[in-house]
C-alpha cells in the first residue's frame, strides 16, 4: 500500500493543493481565514473562560491558544476525514487510483493549515512579551508529527468506516466535542481527581497537548516518555488502520 502511494505521490500532491485552495473558496477573505478562525474561537474562549467563569490560570490566553491549535487539527482531520470517500463517490467510480490517498490529502492539508496557524502563536508570544524558549522550540516539530500520525491513523479509519456506516459522520461531531473536554485545553492536569488520572492519560491528546504546553506555554523541554507514549499510540493505530482500510475499499464502489 505505502508503495502503491508513493507511485502516486503526484496525484496526491494535487489533491493537498486542492484541498487548501478550495477550503475556503468563494469566501470574501478566503486564505486570511486560516487565521481568523482561530482567533476568532480564542477570543470567545477567553471571555467565557477570563470573565464569566473566571479561570486561575495565569495568562490564561495563551495557555488555551497552544492547545486549542493543535486541537483543532485534530478535531478536523477526524469529522472532515471521515467523509472523504463518500465525497468522492464520482471519482473513485470513474477512474482507479489507490482510495488511501484521499484521507491522507485531507489530514495532511489540515496538517499544513495548523503550521501556518502557528505563525499566529508565534506573533501572540512575541508581541505579548511571553517568550519562546529556542531549546524546548527544538521538540516542536517532533511533537507536531506525533500528532500528525495519529490524525492520519483515525482519520484513515473512519474514513474506510463511513462508508458503510453513514451515521458515524453525525456521531463524530458529538464524540469530537466530548473529547475536548477531555483532554486538557481548558484545564490543567492538576485539575483532575488524582484517581481519575490514570484512565485520564489513556487518551493519546492528553500527552500531545502536555507537550505542546510544554514547549510554548512553560517553555521546558517535554518528557521524552510523554511523546514516546503518544508516537506508539499513533503507530499502532495507523497500522491498524491501513489493514483496515485494504479490507474494507475492495467494496467501496458498491457501497457508494
Known amino acids: ?53 473566571s479561570s486561575d490560570i495565569e495568562q490564561f490566553y495563551i495557555f488555551l491558544f497552544v492547545g486549542l491549535i493543535p486541537w483543532l ?37 489540515a496538517f499544513v493549515n495548523m503550521i501556518l496557524t502557528f505563525l499566529v502563536i508565534f506573533a501572540v508570544l512575541i508581541i505579548s512579551n511571553f517568550g519562546i524558549n529556542l531549546q524546548a522550540l527544538c521538540y516542536l516539530p517532533l511533537i507536531m508529527i506525533v500528532e500528525y500520525l495519529l490524525a492520519l491513523g483515525i482519520g484513515i479509519l473512519v474514513s474506510s468506516i463511513t462508508v458503510y456506516f453513514r451515521d458515524l459522520e453525525y456521531i463524530l461531531g458529538i464524540l469530537s466535542m466530548a473529547w475536548m473536554y477531555m483532554t486538557p485545553i481548558l484545564y490543567t492536569v492538576d485539575m483532575v481527581p488524582i484517581e481519575l488520572r490514570p484512565l485520564f492519560y489513556l487518551n493519546p491528546m492528553t500527552s500531545i497537548i502536555i507537550s505542546y504546553r ?43
Open 1 to 53: 500500500m505505502i508503495k502503491e502511494v508513493y507511485e502516486y505521490r503526484e496525484m496526491l500532491f494535487s489533491l493537498i493543493k486542492k484541498e487548501l485552495r478550495g477550503r475556503y473558496k468563494g469566501s470574501i477573505l478566503g486564505f486570511l481565514w486560516t487565521f481568523i478562525n482561530p482567533l476568532l474561537q480564542l477570543v470567545v474562549y477567553t471571555i467565557v473562560f477570563s470573565y464569566i467563569l
Open 214 to 256: 510544554d514547549i510554548l506555554y512553560y517553555k521546558q523541554v517535554p518528557e521524552l516518555m510523554t511523546i514516546a507514549q503518544a508516537a506508539g499510540v499513533g503507530i499502532f493505530i495507523l497500522i491498524i488502520s491501513g489493514f483496515t482500510f485494504k479490507g474494507l475499499q475492495r467494496r467501496f464502489v458498491e457501497a457508494l
Open 73 to 109: 487539527f485534530f478535531s478536523t482531520s477526524i469529522t472532515g476525514g471521515s467523509t472523504t470517500i463518500i465525497y468522492q463517490e464520482n471519482l473513485i467510480k470513474k477512474i482507479y487510483f489507490p482510495r488511501i490517498i484521499l484521507p491522507i490529502a485531507y489530514v495532511t492539508s
